[in-house]
């Protein structure tokens, strides 16, 4: 697959992501991929789980921006953010491709936190990022 169509097929995963479509959201993935969750230790293992999985998230996002995408062959990041309850997670999506879908998925959520003080001399304003 050519990166052009991978970069298409991510834009596509995205906005249906973000349209809370589950079906459209599931087409990039193999069918049995692994999704990693590192800072839960959890690991989905197949399409139909991790479909599963998400569309019977109690808390649906009510926000979704992608911040960017970056890559190169196989292997694929997104930078976004979600809306949760009103709250901002911060969200590293690392994908990997084989024969045009995702066989490996690695999400790492955070929390927005505030810029310390000590450090605002070597830094932009954080609200200009």
Known sequence: MEE???????????????????????????????????????????????QALRGHHPGKPSGFDVRRIVGKGDLWVTEYTIIYQGQSVYTVSIMEFHNGKVVHETQYFADAFEAPSWRRQWVLDPGLT
């Open 4 to 50: 052009e169509q991978i970069r298409e097929a991510l834009n596509m995963h995205w906005r249906a992501s973000a349209a809370g479509d589950v079906n459209a959201e599931h087409d990039i993935y193999d069918d049995d991929v692994v999704c990693d969750y590192p800072q839960s230790g959890e690991r989905i293992l197949g399409r139909s789980n991790l």
